[in-house]
C-alpha cells in the first residue's frame, strides 16, 4: 500500500458461521488470509453487510477478540439478488493481506488509547493512529507470490 492511510475499520467475523467454525486463529489466517483469500483475487464474500468506506480504506479483520488479519479494500460490490447465500463481496488487493500474532483489546489501546472494545459491529478507527499499530506487530506474514 502506498501513501497515507485515510480510513481504518474493524471487520469482525464470527466463529460460529459456515466456513469459520471450529477454526482456530491460526487457522483462518493460514487458510484464508495467506491462501484463500490472495489466490481467490482478494474477493471476501458476506452474507448480510459489507462496508460503507472508500477505496483504500486498511481493513482489520476481528476473530474470537483479536485482529487477526489486515488487507486493504479496493471495492465493495453489493449483489442486486443473493448469490449462494451471499449479499456481495469486498474486493481487496490480493498481495496486501497481511497476518501477525493476534492483537487483544490492550495491545488495541496502545495505539488507539480511545479504543472502546471488540464486538460484533463494524468500527471506524482514527487512521493517523496506524502508524503506531504497524510498528507493534509482531511475526508479520504475506502471502506466498
Known amino acids: ?21 471450529g477454526l482456530s486463529i491460526q487457522d483462518v489466517q493460514s487458510i484464508y488470509f495467506l ?35 489486515t488487507g486493504v479494500l479496493v471495492r465493495d460490490e453489493r449483489f442486486e439478488k443473493p448469490r449462494n447465500g451471499h449479499s456481495g463481496v469486498l474486493h481487496f488487493e490480493p498481495d496486501s493481506f497481511r497476518t501477525f500474532e493476534p492483537v487483544d483489546v490492550e495491545q488495541m489501546r496502545k495505539a488507539w488509547p480511545r479504543f472502546r472494545g471488540f464486538g460484533h459491529v463494524k468500527q471506524s478507527l482514527n487512521p493517523g493512529l496506524y502508524p503506531a499499530f504497524k510498528r507493534r506487530l509482531k511475526k508479520v506474514r504475506t502471502p506466498a507470490s
Not at 500500500?1 to 459456515?18: C, N, Q, Y
Not at 471476501?44 to 460503507?52: A, C, K, T, V
Open 1 to 21: 500500500m502506498r501513501g497515507e492511510v485515510t480510513a481504518v475499520r474493524i471487520l469482525p467475523m464470527s466463529d460460529k458461521i459456515e466456513g469459520f467454525r
Open 35 to 69: 491462501d484463500k483469500l490472495p489466490n481467490g483475487k482478494g474477493r471476501f464474500p458476506y452474507r448480510s453487510s459489507g462496508l460503507n468506506t472508500p477505496p483504500g480504506t486498511i481493513v482489520l479483520f476481528q476473530f474470537q477478540a483479536r485482529i487477526i488479519a
